[in-house]
């Protein structure tokens, strides 16, 4: 998976709808393999963001677990140690 790509399931404080955008723009652009499109694909590549997004929503608000939600700050921290030890190198 790419390492920019984070889950948005099951986290305390709940994802919220920026992350949603944020995290369909970002896998358009990975798709795509362009972070500007031209104006020529500029309504192709709105409408596949607002698409994934929507999908994005209706996926997150159907899944279900029993496990208790994970701690942003918690995956914050680990985030941090790993970068710190992957770039200490």
Known sequence: ??????????????TTPDEVDAAALQFVRKVSGSVKPSQANQEA?????AEIA???RHL?????????PRDREVLAARAREKAA???AR
């Open 1 to 14: 998976m790419c390492r920019n790509i984070r889950v948005l399931h099951n986290l305390e404080p709940a």
């Open 45 to 49: 590549f709105d409408r596949a963001v």
């Open 54 to 56: 929507h999908a994005t």
């Open 60 to 68: 997150l608000a159907d899944l279900v677990t029993s496990a208790p």
């Open 85 to 87: 030890a992957r770039y």
